[in-house]
């Protein structure tokens, strides 16, 4: 299929920024040149007859959710503000059809996700690298830590930072110099840049990807794909501690507690939170810096029911949430409703659904076929993804990330891969599931205020 290229591009190109620190890479618009091809390529193989408009299941509420993005933006914000809006919509849905509509065999989709994986490893070893890099002093140049660049002196403390060759009136933290020049944040918390410049985005990357692995190892025993799985796994694990992120350690447990539940059912999950118990104890932040970092959390999800309060509707807009509190909701689902309001959450909320139900059914469908072992693998894998994703999006500002919108794409392109070896597999919201959804998204803000009120919040 000729579309395939175009999004192994698309896929390393978003995750790795090889533009960023390859000299010379970012004078071209390289995202619009890979989304391009991708759909020049799409466009081939229609017209060849290699693959068929079979839309996802997820696509009208997709269609639907970018215009009332953008209506909820316009009636908060005004028009001057929905180009740029616009833009960041539009690369994760064509993100999300190019990948539901250009995979519809297993080889292709076997080849996609291999960039996938091979990008988040790309990931997982740069910052694995950075936990053991020393302390190094870091300028900050801007007003967000993102703007951290290292000079190359190391440090023990800030105070070392502003002595000797320091610039005069620059801000300086003491930080862990990485590969490809990146910088910790917050005192040795790993990072990489891009879209995945904060830890906790880091940590559920790497860990939503590491079922792929398994999936392949599954598929063709070796010694070499079993090493491959368990080398990437304990990098990934460690990393996850140096990025000290409860939520990443949560999304790993979650991808782990899958699999252990399918293999031996719930008495699994015992066994995986045994073996998750260390990550629990190593990982995260504690003391003052964990109570801080919760209180702080604690107020933007009261500010965030705050303005669902406000506008319960269609919400305070599109993007517009740190234009009411200085920092994102570091929560996907609030930070939903609190910017679009009630309808947003629900559509959300169909489009996750339907995501999940996809490898579930896939999971059910062929569990005791030997003959469709890879379509059951395959649907084992993408849900340990994102039973992991689902956990650590409670935790993260993940609504519009292109992360969570390319899996939402190879959910779609798994749908669309079984069916063509089986046209009758069909995914259908029954009018039951649609109401459960949606009393779940209602029910979703009222809930969270009573648990801050138990609280004394």
């Known amino acids: 299929m000729f579309a395939f290229p175009g999004l192994a591009a698309l896929l390393i190109l978003i995750?790795?920024?090889?533009?960023?620190?390859?000299?010379?890479l970012d004078a071209f618009p390289l995202l619009y040149g890979f989304l391009g091809m991708t759909v020049l390529g799409l466009i081939i193989d229609l017209k060849l007859g290699l693959t068929r408009l079979d839309p996802p299941p997820q696509w009208p509420y997709v269609?639907?959710?970018v215009p009332w993005s953008l209506a909820s933006l316009l009636v908060n914000a005004g028009a001057g503000t929905l180009p740029k809006a616009a833009v960041d919509l539009i690369i994760v849905v064509v993100l999300f059809f190019t990948l539901s509509l250009g995979q519809r065999s297993f080889r292709v989709y076997d080849t996609v996700s291999g960039a996938l994986v091979m990008s988040s490893m790309f990931v997982a070893g740069v910052c694995f690298h950075q936990g053991f890099a020393p302390l190094a002093c870091a300028i900050q140049s801007g007003s967000e830590q993102e703007s951290l660049r290292s000079d190359g002196r190391p440090c023990q403390n800030e105070d070392e930072c502003t002595e000797g060759d320091a610039e005069p009136g620059a801000s300086y933290r003491c930080e862990r110099a990485g590969l490809f020049d990146t910088v910790s944040v917050g005192?040795?918390?790993?990072?990489y840049r891009g879209v995945l410049k904060d830890p906790n985005e880091v940590a559920l990357t790497?860990?939503?990807?590491?079922?792929?692995?398994?999936?392949?190892?599954?598929r063709k025993q070796s010694i070499g794909r079993f090493l491959t799985l368990i080398i990437a796994l304990g990098v990934v694990a460690t990393t996850i501690v140096f990025s000290q992120s409860r939520g990443g350690i949560l999304v790993l447990l979650a991808v782990i507690g899958t699999y252990s539940?399918?293999?031996?059912?719930?008495?699994?999950?015992?066994?995986?939170?045994?073996?998750?118990?260390?990550l629990l104890l190593l990982g995260g932040r504690s003391g003052d810096e964990a109570k801080a970092s919760s209180d702080e959390r604690t107020e933007i999800l009261v500010e965030g029911l705050n303005m669902v309060t406000?506008?319960?509707l269609y919400g305070v807009g599109w993007g517009?949430?740190?234009?009411?509190?200085?920092?994102?909701?570091?929560?996907?689902?609030?930070?939903?409703?609190?910017e679009l309001g009630i309808v947003g959450l629900i559509t959300f909320g169909f489009i996750l659904y339907i995501s999940l139900k996809i490898p579930i059914v896939g999971l059910r469908r062929y569990a005791n076929r030997p003959e469709a072992k890879v379509a059951f693998t395959s649907s084992l894998g993408l849900l340990a993804s994102f039973a992991g994703i689902a956990i650590g999006a409670f935790f993260l500002s993940f609504t519009y990330h292109q992360v969570l919108w390319i899996y939402f794409g190879f959910s779609g392109g798994l749908y669309a891969t079984i069916r063509r070896h089986d046209p009758s597999f069909e995914i259908k919201l029954s009018l039951a599931e649609k109401a459960t959804v949606s009393a779940i998204c209602l029910m979703f803000p009222?809930?969270?205020?009573?648990l801050l009120k138990s609280k004394g919040h």
Do not use: C, D
């Open 63 to 65: 269609a639907f959710f």
């Open 187 to 191: 005192r040795g918390r790993v990072r």
């Open 446 to 450: 009222v809930v969270l205020r009573l």
């Open 261 to 278: 539940i399918q293999k031996f059912g719930w008495k699994g999950a015992m066994v995986g939170a045994i073996l998750g118990a260390p």
């Open 320 to 338: 517009q949430f740190t234009q009411h509190h200085s920092l994102t909701a570091h929560n996907s689902y609030l930070l939903a409703i609190a």
């Open 310 to 312: 406000r506008s319960p």
């Open 15 to 24: 995750l790795i920024k090889p533009q960023e620190f390859i000299p010379g």
């Open 206 to 218: 790497i860990a939503a990807s590491l079922p792929w692995l398994v999936v392949r190892a599954s």
